[in-house]
Structures are given as structure tokens and as C-alpha cells.
């Protein structure tokens, strides 16, 4: 570079003001809201995890998190969640093939998935009372199995208030969440597909094997990862149907909200970080799934 | 192309029967509860008194619960709350969508990102971290009704944000902005007056969508409302369901006819939308 | 003949989609179905392919009954207009999917995919997606993909129309160089009329279900059996005329007599259309046996190598058109010049009024020699 080349500009004549951060002040209103009722309140929560009652900086939260109760907490959350997800990802792909694709009659189709759009936010106390109204102790079910069947419900050992009662009660909102991801999948399965897998001379189960279900994949796969996140979030139906004798990792913390029962803040912070990490993980592991599938689609 | 109306030898009139099986099974799942629920709620009748036998259904259990004063008050607490949740949110979010759009597509990841946040951020962890900071001093808004009421609606924005910017993004995704705009400005119109008039009424469909989606969410929500001590609709439930026998069963039924008929709106709107013109101009 | 259909009808509800459809080509023999769009030629393609059971008639490849013959067992071909390539599999699996339904050994598949690459100038793309590939070359995989399994029949549903003019107009040429090589007897859906004269041995050209003509590319455009073929391919005029004489071939147009070539169809005194191509026409008084006709310019349009002179014809209520070549020494003529213009006997193309007609073989003293 020769020393002349100091001045690259003619004199007098200034760089145009950046409009750049100019324009992100239109952000402003949406960037202090979310702060001050999303970023700011997680971030304390951060901090708190890290700190101890007195203030002080610390790792002994985390550490923390291997008391037992906490643990079995975690244990119970990734089993319910995980019966939940892989029940509502199977179940509920097998309803939407069934109404996309199954020949049933149209009107049946736009009314379960109305329904589901319904059902996916019945969750929390509602959705609780129903099913112990169902299969609780008194319930609808269990009388009938009793009185005409003969079967009592608590012989088999199975009660509602067991992570597979909550996994079950847990369906009524992941089936709907699955099918109304899945349904639309199946459909934009193209209809050329189909046919050009059958002038190659395939038969269904073929074209079943080796393109429908390989193109789905990642969505079926992503989407029921989603439905883990979503069952391990889950509190007021499982507060309301257990009243928190089963320890759940929401459960927990809302006890911990209610009345301190880790006796130390900073471990349910920290239990609150494990929980936002879990779901975190899960839902780019979703977006990523879902990322491939559209690059393939993309044409 | 010729006509799409095709009749593959393969499918039968009726459709398979492991297809109808796995309706039915699924049907069952969803509706049984549902059954057990409204015969529950009807059982709020007079028994026998020698057998203990029920002798009819009755619609007390219905009548108890919509003469109860608190759940009069939660309901219409839980409404008020919600139309201040929607507006809120439309006044925070269609303008934010069209400035990203229209201005600094740069921030269109930040802004997606955090809309979705509330995804990863269940309500029992937001509602830990807003009450972190808002209980105690200096900014002690809990302590007030009406300072919990407003963190409440500020929650219930943030969980709206999916939804709702989601159906915004897309209502304007499908209007061609730049020119809207610009032909507006060059008529003369300001910023205000052009969100005004020319872009939210060509968003009603979306908005009317994420209006009500969100009414059902706030309508139906407990954790943050009870762990914030408001009287809303959830906790009223909840309590029905720890104190009485019958009521909690009407009471859910109620809850459930609400979201229907929110939910029911929205396909109401998607029709009515559909079969509105195009946006004049697009070829 | 290879590939015979005899009496296809399908009707969907209500709507007849194919009337009753008769076809026999010869095996190697490029056909093309030309027609606008509901004219019942994709139906019927689909039908040949199995995806569509036709309702009454009978399909037959080299002899043997196929319309009852599942879609997966007909070793038919099909290029489809929107590719359909399996997104979830590379072009080689792609291309092998055939062979590997038909459970034909790894090594096989092997070489023919790279034997079929080769085919379509793709060679290097074996590993590649369809994502990845643009329109042209997920065509020609597709292409690739229905040769594979060594069809007896190929089937190609307006394979070009989604794609961008140029790579139409070079696509085209391959696929016809390609079909000329494997000598397989093919069948090719398209609206585009310039497609079907370009590629094909014969022309099937439908209207509404039914078939309006089959012929040659040249017979098809010298010689329309009807109006609808004759609007249909190439530009066309039309004038009213009525039939003066019908064994002289003798018609009147705007009270001038006019000599067809040969005897006339349409009965005398009956009112028949009369067609004429814009390129046999020249101004002037023509040769001694030339017809003529008067008239003033209403329009001229400059088209680069070609002018082409709008005429309003004296004494009758149409509109003809004439293409002259570019001569940059000599000026066009002007809106309302009078001009006369002439034309011979053959050009001079009578057709019945009747819409519904019905195919004619194509006239005898019309066809090439």
C-alpha cells in the first residue's frame, strides 16, 4: 500500500450515516417486551443457578441436582414424557394415514382434525378431572368394566395416578399435536410418487417401504421429539391429577414456586435450567429433522 | 391436465377396514372421556334416598356452577384478560412483523427466535423466573392486583408470540407489502395511517386466527394464573376439583364448549377467507 | 401393430371424458396426442399406463390384452410433467428403482444406470438428489428412470411443459434422438402443436373426448379434416363461404367465384368454412389459375424476418392474413392501401360445418405424394 492511499475519500465528503441501526429502532417496543417478560426473567433464573442464597457464585446447584428426589424426579419426567411421545407419534400417525389416506369419507377427516386443533389445547385441570372421571377410582370406565365385564381396574394394578396413568392422560393433547403435523405431511405426499413407483412396477407395501415412509421419516422422528418437549413441560395436568405425589420435574418446581421445598432457590433454578436444556435440545433436534425433510422436498 | 377426479381400482368405496378400526379406536380415546365427563355432571341428582340409586339426570351440577359467583367473576376475569392479551399482542406484534419485513429483514432470525422461546420455556419456568422478578422489590408489581394482572397479560403475550406472529408472518407474506406501502406513502399517508388502513384490515383473516387461538390458550391456563394468585378461570376449575364432587365435571364440560366454540370460529374465519378476493393487482 | 386401442371410453360421472378412441401404431412409431387441455389426452395416456380403468374398449401391446393388467405389471414407461422423481433417493437410485423391483441383481443395476446416464449426458450425477438438479435434468432422469426397466411402450405426459423455452426447445431434440435410438414405440401428450409437428411420425389431434384427425405432421397441417384442426395447428384464416358447386369444387366467398383443387365435401349450396395459410397467399394477381380476392390493409405487423399484412376482405365480414418475408428495399404497404391477393387452387381448404364430423382419413388428392 503506497502512503498516498491515506485519504480514500474525496475531502469534505462523508460516509452516508448508517441506516441500519436506525431502522432496528422500530424493534424497540418488541425487544423491551420481550425482555422484560421473556429474556430478563430467564436470564435471572440463570443467574440464580449459578449463585448461592447469600448471592455468592457457585456450581454446588448443579451439583445439587444429583439428590435423589431431584433425580427420580427427572427419572419419572423422561419416562412419562417418553411413553407419551412414542404412544402419540405412533398413534397418532397411524390416525392420520388412516384419515388421509385410508379412503375413509371426507367430512370425517375435517372433523378430527377441527377436533384436534380443540383437543391439542384441552390440557391442565380440565383434561385431568375428565380422566379421573373416566378411569379414576369411580369412574365411568372402571364401573363398567366392573358391573358388566367383571373386571376390576385395580386388580390389574393399573391406577391413573402411575406415570403411565399420566402418560395416558398425557395422550389426549400429543395424538392431536401429531396428527396435525402428520396430517399434512401424508397429504403433500404427491400423487406422482405414487404412480411413478407403480409404473415401476411397485406394489402399495413397496411404495410404502421405499419412498412414503423414508420421505416422512425425519417428520414422524421430529415431530415426535416435539412431543417429548412437550409432555416434560407439562404441569397442570399432572399437579392436577397427582396433587404432586408423584414427583415430576414441573411438579417439582411448582412446588418449589409454592413453597420452597428444596429449602434452597438456587437448586430449583437450577432444576428449572436442566428443564429449559432438555427442551432446548429437543426442539432443535426437531427443527433440524424438519430442515432436511424440506431441503428433499424442496424441487 | 385433465379432470383430477380419479377412481384407482384399488380403493374400495368405503375405505379399508384397518383405516376404519384405527378411526374408531381413536374416536373412542377422544370422545369417551367426554362421555364420562357430562354423565358425571349430570349425576348431581337425587338420590335414592334407600338405595343410594340415582334416579335421574340432572343439569344441577350445571346450575350450581353458573350461579357461583366466583366462577361468574373468573370466567369474565379470565375474557377481560384475554381481549387485553389479543390487543396487546396485535398492537406489539403487526407492527413489529411488518417493520422486519418491510425494514430490517436482518432481524427477522432474532425475532423468530425469540418468538419461539416460549416453546422451550414451559409456563411453571416463566412463571419461576417472572416472579423472581417482579415479587420482590424494587419492582414489586405482584403485589398489587393490578400490577399481577399486568405482568399476567405481559406472560400471556409472550405465550401468544408463536402463534400469533406466526399467523401475522404468514397473513403478510402473502400481500406484497412493498407496493401496498408505497403506493399509501405516495398518497400521502403516514406510518400509522398505513398499518391502519392498508395493512391490518388485509390481515384480518390471520389476525382473527391467532385472536382466537389465543383466547382458548388464556382462556384454559392455570399455571401461571394460580401461581400468581389471580383469579382466573384455571384456578377457579382447579378448586372445583379439589372441593366439590359434580360441579368440577360441568365445570370442565364448560371449558371445553368455550375452546370448541373459539376453535370452531377459527375454521368459521379460514372458510370466509378463502373465499375472498385475491389482493387486486397480483396476476 | 404394437400398441392397439379399439373403443376406449371413460367417463367420470357425468363428464365423458374419452369418447370412443381408436388407435394403431406401429412398433418404433413416435405418436403424439395434441389437443387443449380437457380434451381427453392425458385421460387416455393414463389409461394406457394403468392409471385409469377405461370403461369400455380394449388395449393391447403386441397382441396381448393389457387393460385389465395391473399398473405395477405393465411394463410401460411413463415420463410424468412434474417429474415425480423420488426425493428421498439419489438419480441412481432413482434410475435403478424399476430394477429393483423387478429384483434384478446389484451389479446389473449398476451398470444400466450408468449406461442410462451416459444416455442422457448426466454421467457424473449418479450420487446426486433431485433437489439439487434443475428442471431440465430432473427430466432427463425421469427420462433415464422409465427406460430403465426396457419398456415396451414409453409414455410421456406433456413432459416439457413445466420447463423453461429454451430447455424445452433442446430437451426436445433429445428426447426424439433418444427414442430414435432405442426404436421404442412411444406416445407423447403435449398442447403445444409446434412440439407435436417437430417430434412426432403421427399426430393424434383431439378435441372435447374425441379424435378430430390422425396423421403425419404434413397431413395434420395441409391438409385439416376440420375447422377445429385447422384453427387448432398453425395459423389459420377463415372465411364464410358458401358451396356453389360441389363436384367442381367451385365455392363463393363475398360474390367472387373461388376454384378449389379438387371436389368439395360439404354438399352444394350449403355454407362451409373456407381455410387458407397466411404464407400461400401473395399479393397480387398470381398465376392464371390463381383465385383472387380484394381488399384494403388494416394492420401491419413487422415480426422481424417476417411482415405480416392484415387484410380487410371487400364485401365479407373477416379479417386475412398474409406473411410476406422481409425485403428491407421495398416498404411495406400502408393502412388502406388496397390491395389484391392470390392464391391457388390447393391452398384453398373447404370444411364442413358440422363441429361434430368426426375424424376424416385426410384428403386423397391433398396428401403428399
Request: with cysteine; aromatic share 10%.
Amino acid at each position: 500500500m503506497t502512503a498516498g492511499s491515506a485519504t480514500s475519500e474525496a475531502p469534505g465528503i462523508r460516509p452516508a450515516p448508517r441506516r441500519v441501526p436506525l431502522a432496528w429502532l422500530g424493534l424497540l417496543p418488541f425487544l423491551l417486551f420481550s425482555a422484560g417478560f421473556l429474556l430478563l426473567p430467564i436470564a435471572f433464573l440463570v443467574i440464580g443457578s449459578f449463585q448461592t442464597s447469600t448471592g455468592e457464585p457457585t456450581l454446588e446447584n448443579y451439583s445439587g441436582l444429583g439428590d435423589p428426589y431431584i433425580v427420580a424426579a427427572f427419572w419419572n419426567s423422561v419416562t412419562v414424557s417418553l411413553i407419551s411421545a412414542v404412544g402419540g407419534g405412533i398413534g397418532g400417525f397411524l390416525l392420520a394415514a388412516a384419515v388421509v389416506r385410508g379412503g375413509l369419507p371426507r367430512p370425517l377427516r375435517t372433523g378430527l382434525l377441527t377436533f384436534s386443533g380443540v383437543a391439542s389445547n384441552f390440557a391442565g385441570v380440565p383434561l385431568a378431572l375428565a380422566f379421573v372421571f373416566t378411569i379414576g377410582n369411580n369412574g365411568l370406565i372402571t364401573l363398567i368394566l366392573k358391573d358388566v365385564f367383571g373386571v376390576s381396574l385395580k386388580a390389574t394394578g393399573f391406577t391413573i395416578y402411575s406415570q403411565l396413568g399420566i402418560a395416558l392422560v398425557y395422550l389426549y393433547f400429543q395424538l392431536p399435536l401429531m396428527l396435525l403435523i402428520v396430517a399434512p405431511a401424508i397429504e403433500g405426499l404427491r400423487r406422482e410418487w405414487r404412480e411413478a413407483a407403480e409404473n415401476m412396477g411397485a406394489t402399495g407395501r413397496q411404495y410404502w417401504r421405499h419412498i412414503a415412509f423414508p420421505i416422512l421419516l425425519p417428520t414422524l422422528l421430529g415431530t415426535t421429539i416435539l412431543l417429548f418437549g412437550n409432555a416434560f413441560g407439562a404441569q397442570a395436568t399432572a399437579f392436577q391429577l397427582t396433587g404432586g405425589t408423584i414427583p415430576l420435574v414441573p411438579v417439582v418446581i411448582g412446588a418449589q414456586i409454592r413453597g420452597d421445598v428444596l429449602r434452597n432457590q438456587g437448586l430449583g433454578y437450577a432444576m428449572a435450567m436442566g428443564m429449559v436444556l432438555v427442551m432446548g435440545v429437543m426442539i432443535l433436534v426437531y427443527v433440524w429433522l424438519r430442515r432436511r425433510s424440506e431441503r428433499w422436498l424442496r424441487s | 391436465m385433465t379432470a383430477a377426479v380419479t377412481a384407482p381400482r384399488r380403493r374400495r368405496r368405503w375405505g379399508s377396514p384397518w383405516a376404519w378400526l384405527i378411526f374408531l379406536l381413536g374416536v373412542s380415546y377422544f370422545v369417551i372421556p367426554l362421555i364420562a365427563t357430562i354423565e358425571f355432571s349430570l349425576r348431581a341428582a337425587y338420590k335414592d334416598p334407600v338405595t343410594g340409586e340415582f334416579i335421574r339426570p340432572s343439569l344441577a351440577a350445571y346450575e350450581l356452577v353458573l350461579k357461583d359467583p366466583k366462577f361468574v367473576g373468573g370466567l369474565l376475569t379470565s375474557f377481560r384478560i384475554a381481549l387485553i392479551t389479543i390487543a396487546v399482542s396485535l398492537l406489539l406484534l403487526v407492527p413489529t412483523a411488518y417493520w422486519v419485513r418491510l425494514k430490517v429483514p436482518r432481524a427477522r432470525p432474532v425475532v423468530e427466535l425469540i418468538t419461539l422461546m416460549p416453546f422451550v420455556i414451559p409456563p411453571v419456568v416463566l412463571v419461576f423466573g417472572l416472579i423472581r422478578i417482579y415479587a420482590p422489590p424494587p419492582l414489586a408489581f405482584l403485589n398489587s392486583t393490578f400490577g399481577t394482572e399486568a405482568v399476567l397479560v405481559g406472560a400471556y403475550v409472550v405465550l401468544s408470540f408463536p402463534y400469533m406472529y406466526r399467523a401475522v408472518d404468514t397473513g403478510l407474506s402473502t400481500i406484497d407489502l412493498r407496493t401496498l406501502t408505497e403506493a399509501a406513502q405516495s398518497l400521502g399517508a403516514g406510518w400509522p395511517r398505513v398499518l391502519w388502513s392498508v395493512i391490518f384490515p388485509n390481515l384480518r383473516g390471520a389476525l382473527l386466527s391467532g385472536a382466537f387461538l389465543t383466547l382458548a390458550i388464556v382462556m384454559g391456563e392455570y399455571t401461571i394464573a394460580s401461581f400468581m394468585g389471580t383469579k382466573t378461570f384455571g384456578p377457579y376449575l382447579s378448586l372445583l376439583g379439589q372441593n366439590k364432587a359434580y360441579e368440577p365435571a360441568a365445570g370442565s364440560i364448560i371449558s371445553f364448549a368455550i375452546t370448541w366454540a373459539a376453535m370452531f370460529a377459527i375454521v368459521i374465519i379460514g372458510r370466509a377467507n378463502r373465499g375472498r378476493t385475491q389482493p387486486a393487482g397480483a396476476p | 401393430m404394437f400398441l392397439s386401442l379399439s373403443g376406449i371410453r371413460k367417463q367420470f360421472g357425468d363428464h365423458v371424458a374419452v369418447h370412443s378412441f381408436d388407435l394403431d401404431a406401429a412398433e418404433g412409431e413416435f405418436v403424439s396426442f395434441l389437443g387443449p387441455s380437457g380434451c381427453g389426452k392425458t385421460t387416455t395416456l393414463r389409461m394406457i399406463a394403468g392409471f385409469e380403468l377405461p370403461d369400455a374398449g380394449s388395449i393391447r401391446i403386441a397382441g396381448e390384452e393389457i387393460g385389465r393388467v395391473p399398473a405395477n405389471r405393465r411394463n410401460v414407461g411413463m415420463v410424468f410433467q412434474s417429474y415425480a422423481l423420488f426425493p428421498n433417493m439419489s438419480v441412481a437410485d432413482n434410475i435403478a428403482f424399476g430394477l429393483k423391483m423387478r429384483k434384478v441383481p446389484a451389479a446389473e443395476r449398476k451398470a444400466r444406470v450408468a449406461e442410462l446416464l451416459e444416455l442422457i449426458h448426466l454421467p457424473q450425477s449418479g450420487g446426486k438428489y433431485p433437489y439439487e438438479l434443475s428442471g431440465g435434468m430432473q427430466q432427463r432422469v425421469a427420462l433415464a428412470r422409465a427406460l430403465a426397466i426396457r419398456p415396451r411402450v414409453l409414455l410421456l405426459d406433456e413432459p416439457l411443459s413445466a420447463l423453461d423455452a429454451k430447455i424445452r426447445l433442446s430437451l426436445r431434440q433429445e428426447i426424439r434422438a433418444i427414442q430414435r435410438q432405442l426404436g421404442i414405440t412411444t406416445v407423447y401428450v403435449t398442447h403445444d402443436q409446434e412440439e407435436a409437428l417437430s417430434l412426432s411420425d403421427r399426430i393424434v389431434v383431439m378435441s372435447q373426448g374425441r379424435i378430430e384427425q390422425i396423421g403425419t405432421p404434413s397431413e395434420i397441417y395441409n391438409a385439416p379434416a376440420t375447422e377445429f384442426v385447422a384453427r387448432f395447428v398453425g395459423t389459420l384464416n377463415l372465411l364464410p363461404a358458401t358451396v356453389t358447386d360441389a363436384a367442381s369444387g367451385r365455392v363463393r366467398i363475398a360474390g367472387r367465384e373461388l376454384r378449389a383443387a379438387s371436389a368439395v365435401e360439404a354438399p352444394s349450396g350449403s355454407s362451409a368454412t373456407v381455410a387458407l395459410r397466411p404464407e400461400a397467399i401473395v399479393i397480387g394477381d398470381g398465376g392464371s389459375e390463381a383465385n383472387r380476392l380484394d381488399g384494403s390493409v388494416s394492420d401491419v405487423t413487422f415480426l422481424g424476418s417476417i411482415v405480416r399484412i392484415r387484410v380487410r376482405v371487400e364485401g365479407v365480414d373477416a379479417v386475412v392474413a398474409l406473411d410476406t418475408f422481409n425485403n428491407p428495399h421495398e416498404a411495406p404497404p400502408r393502412i388502406g392501401d388496397h390491395l389484391r391477393l392470390a392464391f391457388p387452387p390447393e391452398a384453398l381448404l373447404v370444411l364442413p360445418h358440422a363441429p361434430d364430423a368426426g375424424p376424416v382419413a385426410g384428403d386423397e388428392s391433398l396428401a403428399p405424394a
